[in-house]
């Protein structure tokens, strides 16, 4: 698949789709259907529960990203085919209409729901998000970390409270170019 130019993806906002709950263990073991392309933003590994888009990691080597799935779902039977939600996904990320299916505690999922509310082209710091859920800064910020959902969940727009960029599970380099990008789609000025 080729991959469109940074500057031609769009990452606007997703509509709220229903989110699907915690994950039991029993769950887990059901079957994923994954894919590893490339997309805009380099290559990804993608993949989906029955219930919907459940991984995005980007990662340059296919067999690292596969290791990393099949460790964050040890017990799932993994098959590799390029279904449309997860072609449609690697190549404009940003804008995926499907599903989500978030595999977090409660308090990760009222998190990542936050983060599904920052505009594209914005960015909230820790403390806004704890704010608006009732927590403090750290816990977000651990929630934060712990989303797998790439840009699909946007963890990209969360910063810290002096401005900088903060961390980012894909690195630093990544997390910039997203914010720029959608900044210039947007028509913000950084």
């Known amino acids: 698949m080729a991959s469109t130019p940074l ?4 990452l606007g906002n997703r509509p709220r789709q229903p989110l699907t709950a915690f994950i039991s263990p029993m769950i ?31 990662c340059d080597h296919k067999d690292d990203a596969v290791t990393r799935l099949k460790q964050r779902f ?17 190549e ?10 978030l595999c977090g505690s409660s308090f990760q999922r009222q998190v990542w729901h936050a983060l599904l509310d920052i505009p594209a082209g914005s960015t909230r710091h820790y403390g806004d ?3 608006q859920i009732g927590s403090q800064a750290r816990a977000v910020g651990q929630a934060v970390g712990k989303n797998r959902l790439a840009i699909l969940v946007p963890c990209h727009r969360v910063t810290r409270a002096d ?14 170019q997203l914010l720029e990008q959608e900044r210039t789609t947007a028509g913000h000025t950084p």
């Open 7 to 10: 500057h031609k993806l769009t």
């Open 28 to 58: 887990m073991r059901t079957s994923l259907t994954w894919y590893y392309g490339e997309s805009g933003y380099g290559n990804a590994l993608v993949a989906e529960s029955p219930h919907g888009l459940i991984h995005f990691d980007f």
């Open 74 to 90: 040890p017990d799932a039977c993994l098959n590799e085919q390029p279904t449309p939600a997860l072609l449609s996904a690697l």
């Open 92 to 101: 404009n990320p940003g804008t995926s209409h499907a599903p989500l299916h």
């Open 129 to 131: 998000i704890a704010r």
């Open 163 to 176: 401005g900088s960029a903060g961390g980012f599970y894909w690195g630093a380099e990544l997390k910039q």
